[in-house]
């Protein structure tokens, strides 16, 4: 088991509850998805395990690795091997996206990066997702594309080489190619490390690309309902009816 979360509460700094007794277990090489209507708490379960300050842990423990990680903040969280790509990626004007990636990399690792070796493994991970050398000189996400700035989160997932990964919406406002060159991504990812993959959406385009191994519904932030890989293929068909009381 790389993730055990266990009856997890947590809200935001103004005493809003959002997470109430939500449990999540997700082993070694498996992509799961999390799926659910709008304000259900989907993002915010994403934010609370990567460590957001934002949100406040009440009750509960989340597990990673065999260590408690309740209580650590999110640099740490990094360092351990968890990572997220975020819904609306923001600009960092000053920092291109080269230095960025290469300076994160120095802290997950502890270790002095070789440049050459990084700019050769830069280079091929952006020829795979179809994004023009420039951008890797460009402040990171000023003037990108929505598109421009999804594929550079999935080029952070390729290069950081992550034990597991949080993908927030990465499908969102996306046209067909770009979904498929984003799924290309995650499967070099996995090819790469065999990491594992929470996928938080509200679609299944991106899901039909991958080979999901659980599909999680989760309702007023309590997983109602978990089933294999077929059932975010029921959930595109009858939506969330079923499981809204």
């Known amino acids: 088991m790389l993730l055990d979360v266990k009856n997890l509460n947590a809200g935001l ?17 498996e992509i799961h998805a ?3 209507p709008n304000g259900a708490g989907k993002s ?36 351990l091997g968890m990572f997220m790509s975020f819904q609306s990626p923001l600009e960092v004007p000053g920092i291109s996206l080269e230095a960025f990636i290469r300076s994160a990399l120095q802290q997950i690792t502890g270790e002095h990066v070789k440049l050459f070796q990084f700019q ?13 050398p420039e951008y890797a000189r460009r402040d990171l996400n000023v003037g990108f594309s929505g598109g421009e700035r999804k594929k550079a989160e999935i080029l952070q997932l390729l290069m950081l080489k992550p034990a597991f990964a949080i993908l927030d919406e990465t499908d969102s406002g996306l046209d067909v190619d770009a979904i498929r ?6 499967a070099e990812y ?3 490390t065999n990491g594992s993959l929470l996928i938080i959406t509200h679609t299944t385009k991106l899901l039909e690309g991958l080979k999901v191994d659980k599909t999680h519904v989760i309702v007023k932030g309590h997983i109602v309902k978990t089933g294999d890989g077929d ?15």
């Open 120 to 132: 050769k493994e830069l280079q091929r991970c952006m020829e795979l997702l179809d994004m023009k």
């Open 44 to 79: 915010s379960l994403g934010n609370t395990l990567m460590g957001n300050p934002v949100y406040k842990i009440t009750g509960g423990k989340i597990i990673f690795k065999d260590t408690d990680i309740t209580e650590e903040s999110a640099d740490k969280r990094a360092r």
């Open 231 to 245: 059932l975010f293929k029921e959930i595109n068909k009858k939506g969330f009816e079923d499981y809204i009381q």
């Open 190 to 192: 996995r090819k790469l």
């Open 181 to 186: 060159v984003v799924a290309k991504g995650i």
């Open 34 to 36: 999390l799926m659910g």
């Open 13 to 29: 700094e103004d005493g809003k509850q959002i997470l109430n007794d939500l449990n999540i277990q997700i082993g070694q090489g």
